[in-house]
């Protein structure tokens, strides 16, 4: 088979003081924190649609980045090419996991009967690749915003033969995620929101969505999909007003629609900083709530404002979410995938690397941090003390409802002024700079 990265070898773990730009200096997947390896906790998948389809292209110009596997003049020749050049990099950088939407690995033909057709010979061949390397799928998806026929959204469409053409897409698109194996099946809503009022029934397409989404559920255990469905929430881009605004508003949405015993969230750092949130206020709301799935590892750029899908490098963001990660128990189903893409003018294969390893590294910190803060239980101390009445009498009086609004009045009359204490931010601040 051709060798498509020749220039690296399989990278491995050299500890913190190499300077191999090649190897992992945190990253050891067999290194076992709290009672699991590394690779366990952490469970990093590579993106095929950014590492091996994204070629640099931006709103002002066009692609940047040469590949050797799209050598070709054949569409299917690229995507077989691709197929067996990503499998390459998975291997050598040390991912257990992938993830694809469905035309990323297999190119849309004139009719959906032939574009499935190519995907089967594509997915065959995963398969192979799949069981030859060890290599599992972490999630699949399909795109159904890319396609000019979905410039008004898919499930959200004005047009019921558009929802019929988003239906049978992920109707395909689930049956070869389940053909893989794969762990979780993702619905990020590219195109459903709106743009103007003036041409949109708000009502219908939050419909229209809610019964796409049934669809998907019966249609999953129609075909015995054990995968766990994931809502990739992000609040606008391509559209002003994306429906699955943020984790809250995707909860109010499953609640309403009864759904919400079937999806969990899939939470993209930068798409949590679009909707003005910290990436960890997103991951503490959904283990909160009991529906954290999966995370898609990146970050953003608070100057430019919109989804520049930059692989993580921020420890202090990395050692929060891993802390908030582990508190929930860990990932089961899901895990980090880097939903990231290298910078327009990395230009260089082994810049695919360089993004990944650091990626890895920042992670592989974060975790260990995170460990460490969790057995010292420094902050667990200090949140306790702050809740602490809860758990004296006239917390447990006000839980369990015995006392009411009269009684409640009756103790401040009795009791004067309450006490108020410090939230000792800043201190708390000065413990989580002594875990980096
Ligand atoms: C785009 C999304 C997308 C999803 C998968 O902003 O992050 O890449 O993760 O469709
Ligand atoms: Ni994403
Ligand atoms: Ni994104």
Redesign the pocket.
């Known amino acids: 088979m051709t060798e498509y990265f020749p220039e690296v070898k399989k990278v491995k773990y050299e500890g913190p003081d190499s300077k191999n730009p090649l190897a992992f200096k945190y990253f050891d997947a067999s290194e076992v924190v709290l009672g699991k390896t590394m690779a366990e906790h952490l469970r990093f998948a590579s993106?095929y649609?950014?590492t091996f389809k994204n070629l640099g292209q931006d709103q002002f110009g066009g692609n940047t980045i040469i590949r050797n596997y799209n050598d070709s003049s054949d569409p299917m020749k690229v995507a077989d090419m691709t197929l067996e050049a990503a499998f390459e990099f998975f291997t050598k950088i040390g991912v257990d996991f992938w993830?694809f939407?469905d035309r990323d690995i297999a190119p849309e033909a004139d009719t959906l009967a032939e574009t499935n057709k190519r995907l089967d010979t594509i997915v065959a061949k995963a398969k192979k690749l799949q069981a030859d390397t060890g290599m599992k799928l972490l999630w699949g998806?399909t795109?159904a915003?890319s396609h000019r026929r979905f410039l008004a959204g898919a499930g959200t469409n004005p047009s019921p033969a558009i929802f019929a053409y988003a239906a049978s897409q992920i109707k395909k698109a689930m049956e070869i995620t389940k053909e893989l194996g794969g762990e979780g099946y993702?619905f990020?809503g590219?195109r459903e929101g709106y743009d103007t009022l003036l041409n949109t029934d708000l009502k219908m397409e939050l419909d229209h969505l809610a019964l796409l989404l049934q669809m998907a559920v019966d249609y999953k255990k129609k075909i015995g999909f054990k995968g766990q469905l994931y809502i990739?929430p992000?609040p606008k881009?391509p559209t002003k007003h994306q429906y699955d605004f943020d984790a809250g508003n995707c909860l109010a949405f499953l609640q309403k629609y009864d759904l919400v015993d079937y999806f969990k969230m899939?939470i993209?750092a930068?798409?949590a900083t679009l909707a003005s949130h910290d990436f960890c206020h997103e991951l503490a709301f959904c283990t909160a709530n009991n529906f954290l799935g999966s995370v898609?590892a990146n970050r953003g750029d608070l100057l430019l404002g919109w989804?520049t899908?930059q692989f993580p490098s921020n420890i202090y963001e990395t050692t929060m979410a891993m802390y908030i990660i582990l508190k929930s128990g860990g990932f089961t189903t899901g895990g980090l995938?880097f939903?990231a893409h290298v910078r327009r003018q990395s230009i260089d294969p082994v810049d695919l690397f360089y993004a990944h390893i650091g990626g890895m590294d920042v992670f592989a910190r974060g975790l260990k941090n995170a460990a460490k803060m969790i057995e010292e239980k420094t902050f667990d101390k200090a949140v306790a003390d702050r809740y602490k009445g809860w758990s004296e009498e006239l917390g447990k009086n006000i839980e369990s409802k015995k006392f009411g609004f009269e009684e409640l009045e009756a103790y401040i009359i009795k009791n004067g002024e309450p006490k108020v204490q410090s939230g000792k931010q800043e201190l708390l601040e000065n413990y989580l700079n002594s875990y980096i």
Do not use: M
Request: charged residues 35%.
């Open positions: 993106c649609w950014h993830c939407h998806t795109n915003f993702v990020w590219g990739e992000k881009e899939n993209e930068n798409h898609d989804d899908d995938n939903d």
